[in-house]
């Protein structure tokens, strides 16, 4: 099993449509998570943090369940430009030096249409 | 602002030649990390270096795959001999150890194609 898996998609959506991706961590000492965002062709770029409160920036929320180890990311009013490939990262305690840092889910693939 | 710079940007090889790719991090950071990515298995990390002392290597895939850090503003990772299943993008990327975000700032990536 992965230790973070994604659904690949591609999720096909219209423009103002509202998506939601989801993904799931089999650490459970997992301690950062977070979204980054990989346009075609492109380095991944971080696009936002997950804390456990939820947290949300502009159209984008994202939310975090240890107890079922899911985060979440919702995009509301599609834009053509959010077309691109969301990566899930978790890693171990920002301290913890003796461990892998970020594993990254292998990404969920949105197009936005018009 | 120069970001995370790697080199070459795009290698096309044959089988069994010697690859080197190259990667200068943001200077003040002293995390480095090389990933590979491929439409098979992602993103996946390689080896990472904190204050150019190798951390983790469980993820190099074999003896072939060697990295080394000599100071804290450059970094390579070496392919002796390199395969056609070599063939991916190798991104490296950087940040300032300790920072809450723990973000991590990615180089373009290099392009490799072995023939």
């Known amino acids: 099993r992965k230790e973070v898996e994604q659904d690949p998609g591609p999720f096909n959506v219209p423009e103002g449509a509202t998506v939601a991706f989801n993904c799931t961590y089999s650490n459970s000492a997992s301690q950062s998570f977070f979204w980054y965002r990989q346009d075609c062709r492109k380095e991944p770029k971080l696009l936002m943090s997950v804390y456990s409160s939820g947290n949300e920036d502009g159209r984008f929320t994202a939310q975090l369940n240890r107890a079922s180890q899911y985060i979440s990311l919702l995009i509301r009013d599609s834009k053509l430009s959010d077309s691109a490939t969301y990566l899930c990262?978790?890693?171990?305690?920002?301290?913890?030096?003796?461990?892998?840092?970020?594993?990254f889910g292998s990404g969920t693939r949105l197009q936005v249409q018009p | 602002d120069a970001g995370v710079i790697q080199s070459p940007r795009h290698e096309v090889t044959e089988m069994g030649q010697e690859v080197t790719l190259r990667c200068k991090p943001i200077?003040?950071?002293?995390?480095l990390f090389w990933y590979r990515q491929t439409m098979m298995r992602g993103l996946e990390l390689l080896i990472y270096f904190n204050n150019n002392v190798p951390i983790d290597d469980s993820g190099m895939p074999e003896d072939r795959f060697s990295a080394k850090m000599p100071n804290a503003s450059f970094s390579t990772l070496k392919i002796q001999p390199s395969e056609p299943r070599d063939s991916a993008v190798y991104f490296c990327?950087?940040?300032?150890?300790?920072?809450?975000?723990?973000?991590?700032?990615f180089g373009p990536g290099t392009r490799l194609t072995v023939l």
């Open positions: 200077s003040g950071h002293n995390s």
């Open positions: 990327a950087s940040y300032p150890q300790g920072v809450p975000t723990n973000e991590q700032f």
């Open positions: 990262v978790v890693t171990p305690k920002i301290r913890d030096t003796g461990r892998r840092a970020l594993t």
